[in-house]
């Protein structure tokens, strides 16, 4: 069985690092034409996609922030232009601020749900108007294993995660007559900058909760995406799909 994503434009949001950079790779692999926006450092995001493209891979980086819904109406009218419709949309930017309720400033809780849910909404909103015209589109969204087992400190995170998830369950039902399928995918520990200070604060802890009894590679959220964002996926929408080793039990 062989996934390809031959021939389809594919943006990925925060696509040159952590979870996005696996996922860039993976998608580029199958075949795609990948964009992977980056939210500031230039340097970086010309250096991942550099290496990528030296490996031959149809890469380009876009510099984009998605709480700014002009910024990313503009960005994808200009995408659209150059490259021609976005078939899969891989909405991945995500940030966290933990800290507990009573420390918890009203920047904390914005920042987190501008960007984590506010900002799927953007690029959703921009890049469906042509999905729907052309009648074909994939979005695939990430969540967190902390939408259905939040940890202290992640009220913000949480309600963010949990909002995606209840998003692409609406989205599916909106925009299954125009061909288009809305998943979401919810990692659970995965070895990217995100977790780190986690990891270390309490990794062995974390282990023990998790039935595979090892954290996630980005990788292993790679694979589902592009599977998702296949035709071998073309009877799945509406679904959250956990891939936590188990730690969700
Ligand atoms: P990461 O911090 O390595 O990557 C996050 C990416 O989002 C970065 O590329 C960053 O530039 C981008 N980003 C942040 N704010 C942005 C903005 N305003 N506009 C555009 N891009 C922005 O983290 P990651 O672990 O790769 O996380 C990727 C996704 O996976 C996030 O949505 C995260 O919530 C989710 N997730 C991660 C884990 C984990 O353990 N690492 C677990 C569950 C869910």
New binding site residues.
């Given amino acids: 069985m062989q996934v390809s994503l031959q021939g389809k434009n594919i943006l990925i949001?925060?696509?040159?690092?952590?979870?996005?950079?696996a996922m860039t790779e993976a998608a580029a692999k199958a075949g795609g034409h990948v964009i992977a926006?980056?939210?500031?450092?230039e340097a970086t995001a010309k250096d991942v996609i550099g290496g990528l493209q030296s490996q031959g891979l149809n890469v380009h980086a876009c510099k984009?922030?998605?709480?700014d819904s002009k910024q990313v109406d503009e960005a994808v009218a200009a995408l659209e232009s150059e490259y021609g419709p976005i078939e899969v949309l891989i909405?991945?930017?995500?940030?966290?601020k933990d800290g507990l309720l009573m420390a918890m400033e009203d920047d904390d809780w914005n920042d987190v749900l501008?960007?984590?849910l506010g900002?799927a909404f953007h690029v959703t909103r921009a890049v469906a108007r042509q999905m729907i015209r052309a009648r074909r589109g994939q979005i695939i969204n990430?969540?967190?294993?902390?939408a259905s087992r939040p940890g202290r400190g992640q009220v913000n995170?949480a309600a963010s995660?949990g909002g995606i998830e209840a998003a692409t369950k609406a989205l599916a039902v909106e925009l299954s007559s125009r061909n288009i399928r809305v998943n979401c995918i919810?990692?659970?520990?995965?070895?990217?900058?995100?977790?780190q200070d986690?990891r270390e604060a309490a990794g062995d802890k974390i282990l023990e909760s998790i039935l595979l009894k090892r954290?996630?590679n980005?990788e292993d959220?790679a694979n589902m995406a592009v599977f998702l964002a296949s035709d071998l996926a073309s009877y799945i929408t509406g679904e959250v799909i956990h891939i936590d080793g188990g730690l969700k039990l």
């Avoid at 949001?13 to 996005?20: N, P």
């Fill in positions: 949001t925060g696509g040159v690092r952590g979870i996005g950079r926006t980056y939210l500031s450092n984009l922030d998605v709480r909405n991945n930017a995500g940030i966290v501008n960007t984590n900002g990430i969540s967190s294993v902390a995170y995660k919810a990692p659970g520990v995965i070895t990217t900058e995100m977790s986690v954290f996630g980005p959220i």
